[in-house]
């Protein structure tokens, strides 16, 4: 009996017209084993949809949820079509233009520490470092090296980070933004660069981990696993 | 007016599909955030254009196509760069394969990303997005062949990563 995977496949999703579907049914009562390689697929599928429902309750940002709600751009009385341009609105494009690029690279360069509600929080940069980088890595151009995961007991996840040459500290999720608990300026530079993470920690910092830290810190997969899942405090 | 109620029963659908896209994408992007990204683009692209949806046809797979050519084209947009970022991800795939092989078990989203771009987008689609295959393949621009056969690819990669006692 020659059925290819792809068609037990395509019987298992769903897809097969009647008459190659009765025909794979007419196989699975000969053939347990068929019976087997189908239910292998649909098991599957089973295992796919349970490990990414969980990803749909996650939070959604305001700012999507802002895009979706925002009335189209050009509205229902405007063109859809670009009026054309002379040389007068070209230069005026061109000043946009201008202006745009020093917005996009202000917006680039916004501060990396600010303060939201009274809380300090991680902009810039460093936000983007905390939520992306794993441990160890670096992105060409940006200061911001991550030293350690963690969860806290409180069930937030935590991150020590480093601020080449400027500071170092401890930054712990909470809701969509990365509060910054604790902050102490880079030691002497004499010799830095060759240390560890770890040790080129200041004391304050390294106090404020040891106060917060449940259990160790975490390894590559988890680190993976909280990136995928946005640093949202996963139920324990 | 009409119009207006059905711009803004669009726009109910709009937010009520996010979770879905957002999902999407990181299995397009991998970086949750770029992912987030690309879905912002796609949102505010879908909705100059909304008027071009028909409402008889769905609009999950409407918006999985807007999201996935605006990645595509900020893939184009970001060049070199990217190209620098995608040399670095493999080099980190190849290293974590020797770290993952300690592990006894690996999490279907780790699976998930050790598989090539192509199988992992036609998993995502018809397995967990749970589109059918013509509206998969037409997602993806392919042809329906081509899906059938990066899917069941895609499916034997991922059955022998989860299987207990595949990882040595």
Not at chain 1, 79 to 105: C, E, K, N, Q
Not at chain 1, 107 to 125: F, K, L, N, S
Not at chain 2, 1 to 21: C, E, I, K, W, Y
Not at chain 2, 127 to 134: A, I, Q, R
């Amino acid at each position: 009996m020659s059925l290819s995977e792809e068609t037990l496949m395509a019987y298992a999703d769903g897809e097969l017209n009647p008459e190659a579907a009765a025909e794979v049914e007419t196989a699975m009562r000969d053939d347990p084993k068929i019976a087997q390689r189908i239910a292998r697929h649909r098991a599957l599928r089973a295992t796919l949809q349970q490990a990414y429902a969980a990803e749909l309750a996650l939070p959604v940002p305001d700012r999507l949820l802002a895009a979706a709600r925002a009335a189209p751009a050009s509205g229902v009385d405007r063109p859809t079509r670009l009026p054309r341009w002379g040389f007068a609105s070209m230069a005026a494009a061109l000043l946009i233009g201008i202006g745009v690029a020093f917005f996009a690279w202000r917006h680039v360069e916004a501060p990396m520490i600010q303060t939201a509600g009274g809380a300090r929080v991680a902009g810039g940069a460093l936000d983007r470092g905390l939520s992306t980088l794993l441990s160890g890595e670096s992105v060409p151009g940006s200061p911001v090296r991550i030293g350690l995961s963690f969860r806290a007991k409180s069930g937030d996840y935590c991150r020590t980070f480093v601020l080449v040459n400027a500071a170092s500290g401890l930054a712990c999720r909470h809701a969509t933004r990365w509060e910054i608990l604790a902050l102490a300026p880079a030691p002497a530079a004499a010799d830095s660069g060759y240390r560890t993470a770890g040790s080129a920690l200041p004391e304050a910092i390294v106090a404020a981990v040891e106060a917060r830290m449940a259990g160790e810190p975490m390894d590559r997969n988890g680190e993976l696993e909280a990136r995928a899942r946005y640093w949202q405090a996963a139920p324990p | 007016m009409n119009t207006s109620r059905t711009r803004q029963s669009f726009h109910d659908q709009l937010v009520a599909l996010l979770p879905r896209l957002r999902r999407f994408a990181r299995n397009l992007a991998r970086n949750p955030h770029d992912a987030d990204d690309v879905v912002q683009i796609a949102v505010e692209r879908a909705l100059l254009k909304w008027e071009q949806w028909r409402s008889d046809t769905r609009l999950d797979s409407w918006m999985f196509k807007i999201v996935r050519n605006a990645w595509i084209d900020e893939l184009r947009a970001r060049g070199r760069r990217a190209q620098i970022f995608l040399a670095a991800e493999a080099g980190e795939q190849v290293g974590e394969a020797s770290l993952e092989r300690e592990s006894q078990l690996m999490s279907v989203q780790s699976a998930m990303a050790r598989l090539p771009q192509e199988q992992r987008l036609a998993v995502s689609l018809v397995l967990v997005e749970g589109l059918p295959y013509k509206e998969a393949a037409e997602v993806l621009d392919i042809p329906i062949g081509t899906l059938t056969s990066r899917l069941a690819r895609g499916r034997e990669a991922l059955q022998s990563l989860l299987a207990p006692g595949a990882v040595p």
